[in-house]
């Protein structure tokens, strides 16, 4: 009956106040897209390594499993943590909840579409979703939504001083939108071959930096404050992170292109602007350790908490690898090979989750006034489980393409390899078919760590212990 | 004595909900369910509520926050358990006072008065400023007409091959960029502005931007149905004419390997 399934959904979501019950359903969504996601990195990394068993080839598979971590899971997600915290920061009660609730469902249904576009072969091939234009499109105006919701918020504001999440906030919702529009743009029939390469390669940067690392690391300045009751450490790191990551947004693309057919001052460019990168992942980490000076003892006590630390320093050993494969002595070995793909794969199968759950561990249990079952144990396990797994991805396939990288110019030098453009595979022999394979089993054990992060979230939706839950409330004599 | 539904209905909260909350509430308070769920009722308070049921994040934290006696007013309410109004009435709390922090810690959430509208402003020029410097600028072409040119001249057919490689994935595996370093010596002719390949952006099989002086279309198609270790991909024999098109056309000038 239509009623009382309605009635049970909205207690499943807390039954609080309905922005938190959008937040909730943006978590559950989130989360379901993740272990999907993680699936199909898994299964990508097998083509990768048995091509010729794959029924899928990589290509197509790799811009599936991107599109459900990156569109399904970090933009779904942050999204949410956005509409947890805005209220709760600016004391106005989230604008435009039914266009949030519109948003959600449009971009989980357009994501599960285009996956399936790029599956049956419709896909246009491009970094990092492979999207047809006609589905890129609307997804374009879905990723408008966040930024009308959050404008809407904070025209309505009552406190009138904006703490530092409000700052990436605002980056992260005005920032998506443009970044898909203009990514799209590049995508168009009309583009040249050098606009279609730059932009997939500044999309997939752009959503990594200034997206999942932007709104990522400003809602756990939020939930890490929160959580541990001490005042932020620094508004002036803050303030650094948040720019410099805005301003490292598109090099690590650009990076890859380094000695191809753009302009050369691109290379240069790339290398010396892809330095904010690590400095902003840095400055943002360090502000959390100096917030948790004295509390480190505590630490774990706090759902959440561990994993944003701990994601926060995996962001600055993401960044710092990317800014040295921007160097162009090292892109001239590493461009083109799986280098980069273990930095993508580390961004969007350990950052992303990490970040992710520094707010959303923290925050559904208050939504729906239950407590994360067994939760330090869970939580440890996450996080130990997505540190190693996506940690050995990352070393694995950062290995496979400095050897990769090197044979190449080993072989070209040695005239071994006359033909050496005639394959990566005979230019580098087994070692690197050996490393792709440990890169497997570190993806097993990454997805391991994605179930348990869809374990916490889910089984404390259906199964936590009651406690007290955080309910959003209109002041006394506050007009609607 | 009110019982949950009776509760729930005037709160217009679901029953579990509210029975959830009144156990938890009760638990907190060291009274029983029923006592809370009276009260919620309308028959009085719980008196033995403790304070720390009830706390206010209000901003401050920074230099010119205010101190904590005089906090400013709460952005964040956290009530337990359930607020007995539904959203979005302004509502009575059910217990207590709920607007008022009650647990004698500082605020912590602290921000400083500023205009969020000039962060709008500053995030909008830098993503301008970035997207000049690293989308639209790198995509002019800029090599002057000269003596060669990496426009390969596609058919009908060989342009809807192109469009056939980007849907079957081919440039996820296969790079069509040959660049002046060592590593791609022996691949083709440099690969220059004007292309109109498909870049690609990893090389997990060979460079395909020379590929029509290095193969023959047999051996392209017995390589796209599974030859070679590369995957099998089942084409409609249209559509493989089509991708082996684009493949043939994939000659540069400039001379092969």
């Known amino acids: 009956m239509a009623t009382s399934r309605s009635s049970d959904i909205r207690a499943l979501l807390g039954g609080g106040a309905e922005e938190d019950q959008v937040a909730v359903s943006h978590f559950l969504i989130g989360a379901g897209y993740l272990v999907l996601g993680g699936i199909l990195a898994l299964f990508a990394l097998l083509s990768l390594r048995f091509p010729d068993q794959s029924p899928v080839s990589f290509g197509r598979i790799e811009l599936m499993s991107n599109t459900a971590l990156i569109l399904g899971f970090a933009v779904t997600t942050l999204t949410g943590g956005i509409y947890y915290a805005l209220p709760r920061l600016t004391g106005a009660r989230l604008a435009r909840v039914g266009l949030a609730r519109l948003g959600l469902f449009g971009l989980t249904g357009l994501t599960g579409l285009g996956m399936l576009s790029v599956a049956f072969g419709y896909g246009d091939g491009f970094q990092p979703f492979g999207i047809p234009w006609w589905i890129d499109i609307p997804i374009a105006l879905t990723v408008f939504v966040p930024a009308l919701v959050v404008f809407a918020t904070l025209a309505n504001r009552v406190e009138q001083r904006s703490y530092v999440t409000i700052w990436f906030v605002i980056g992260g919702v005005v920032w998506l939108p443009l970044l898909y529009v203009t990514s799209t743009l590049a995508s168009l029939p009309f583009a040249n071959s050098l606009f279609d390469a730059f932009g997939g390669g500044f999309l997939t940067a752009g959503m990594a930096n200034l997206w999942i690392l932007t709104v990522g690391m400003g809602l756990f300045y939020y939930s890490l404050v929160k959580e541990v009751g001490v005042p932020l450490a620094s508004r002036q790191l803050a303030a650094a992170g948040f720019w410099s990551l805005g301003f490292a947004a598109a090099w690590w693309g650009a990076a890859q292109f380094t000695f191809g057919p753009g302009p050369d001052w691109v290379d240069g460019v790339a290398a010396a602007f892809g330095l904010a990168l690590p400095i902003g992942a840095l400055a943002n980490a360090a502000n959390y350790s100096l917030t948790l000076e004295n509390s480190w003892e505590k630490v774990s006590e706090y759902p959440g908490v561990t994993s944003g630390v701990i994601g926060s320093y995996f962001a600055v050993v993401v960044g710092s690898l990317a800014a040295f494969g921007s160097f162009p002595s090292i892109a001239s070995a590493v461009s083109l090979t799986s280098f980069w793909e273990g930095i993508e794969y580390a961004a969007l199968l350990g950052l992303a989750p990490m970040l992710a759950a520094g707010t959303v561990f923290s925050a559904v249990g208050r939504l729906v006034g239950r407590e994360i079952p067994d939760h330090q144990r869970r939580v440890r396990r996450f996080n130990a489980m997505t540190v190693v797994g996506a940690g050995g991805v990352l070393i694995s396939l950062v290995a496979a393409g400095l050897y990769s990288g090197y044979s190449w110019i080993g072989g070209s030098n040695s005239a071994a390899y006359t033909d050496v453009g005639e394959g990566w595979a005979q230019a580098s022999g087994t070692t690197v078919g050996t490393l792709i394979l440990i890169a497997v089993g570190f993806g097993v054990v990454s997805l391991l760590g994605q179930f348990a992060y869809a374990g916490v979230v889910f089984g404390t939706v259906t199964t936590g212990k009651s406690v007290p839950q955080e309910v959003l409330v209109s002041r006394v004599g506050d007009d609607e | ?257």
């Not at chain 2, 962060?119 to 995509?139: E, K, M, Q």
């Not at chain 2, 502005?193 to 279309?217: A, E, K, Y």
């Open chain 2, 1 to 257: 004595m009110s019982d949950v539904n009776s509760v729930a209905e005037k709160m217009g909260i679901p029953a579990d909900l509210v029975s959830r909350s009144a156990d938890a509430r009760a638990a907190a308070a060291g009274t029983t369910s029923a006592d809370v769920l009276s009260a919620w009722g309308g028959g009085g308070a719980v008196t033995s509520a403790p304070p720390e049921v009830e706390s206010t994040e209000a901003p401050p934290d920074e230099a010119d926050a205010p101190t904590s006696s005089q906090p400013e007013p709460p952005a964040e309410t956290v009530v337990a358990p359930p607020d007995p109004a539904p959203m979005p009435a302004p509502i009575p709390a059910p217990v207590g006072e709920p607007f008022v922090p009650t647990t004698g810690e500082p605020p912590v959430l602290v921000g400083v008065h500023d205009n969020p509208w000039s962060i709008v402003t500053g995030v909008i020029g830098l993503f301008v400023a970035v997207l000049l410097l690293g989308l639209v600028g790198p995509s002019i072409p800029v090599d002057e007409p000269g003596a060669r040119t990496s426009a390969v001249a596609l058919t009908e057919a060989g342009l809807a091959g192109r469009d056939l490689y980007g849907n079957l994935g081919c440039a996820g595996c296969h790079t069509q960029m040959v660049r002046p370093i060592i590593a791609d010596v022996g691949i083709g002719p440099v690969t220059l502005s004007d292309t109109n390949q498909v870049l690609g952006v990893r090389r997990f099989g060979p460079d395909l931007s020379n590929i029509g002086n290095r193969m023959s279309g047999a051996q392209m198609e017995s390589t796209i149905s599974g030859g070679a270790g590369h995957p099998a991909s089942t084409l409609s024999e249209g559509s493989m004419d089509q991708l082996v098109t684009y493949l043939l056309e994939s000659a540069p000038s400039g001379g092969g390997s």
